[in-house]
């Protein structure tokens, strides 16, 4: 029947209709997610990596100074860098204990473990290398400590501060590999369910001109009748 046709046609574009704003819905939605991890989350745990190994280098820095310093009999300056070495492990602990939380990979969880591992290790080196470089009447004894046990601990952390890195880097070129199939995904969605809008749609208006017809036929019908 006419009315039947009309539902049909009305019923099927509510449906087209619902399901394109439902996936224009869901891929926003989806989008929304996968930015708020590359910007809140992924830059963030890269920015922290990166300003670890800063500080991480920093520290290097204040040992290779600090031994240097004492070889010249330099107290004050062995002091000087002994206060600024604390204060970079201050920054490294901090820097850890903000990142930790946000590491989602077990390869990342192990790579943090193994640089709060290497800070105390540091620590530890560091005091026996900052007694000798105060101390000790010979250079070569600070120097040992600090070729034999305070570089491989170096090397170690900064290796894995290196590995962080990377794998924030990886999250993000993966993040953005979803976000461009998510993209092109919602606009193939999109394309098929305006065309099935278009189809209905064209059925619509010729179910229309076929009751206009049928209407028109029978108005000159009666019109004859009553002739």
Known sequence: T???KLVLCFAAMLIAMFGLGYSSWYSMGKLGSLLDTAVNKTATKLAL???????LTSMGSTERGTVIRAAMKDTGKVEQYGQVFDQKVV???NDLKE????LITEVGRQAAETIV??????????REFYAACKTSKNASVPMGIFVDK???????????VQKLVQIQKDLNEAAAKEAADSSSSARWIAFVLLGACLAVGSTGLFVVRQINRVLHRVA????EGAD
């Open 2 to 4: 006419i009315g039947k």
């Open 91 to 93: 920054e490294a602990d």
């Open 117 to 126: 591992t290497g800070l105390a290790a540091w620590q530890s080196a560091h």
């Open 99 to 102: 990142l930790r939380p946000m």
């Open 49 to 55: 990596s990166g300003h670890l190994g800063n500080t």
């Open 220 to 223: 000159v019908n009666m019109a």
């Open 150 to 160: 305070i570089v491989p601990i170096e090397t170690t952390t900064q290796q894995a």
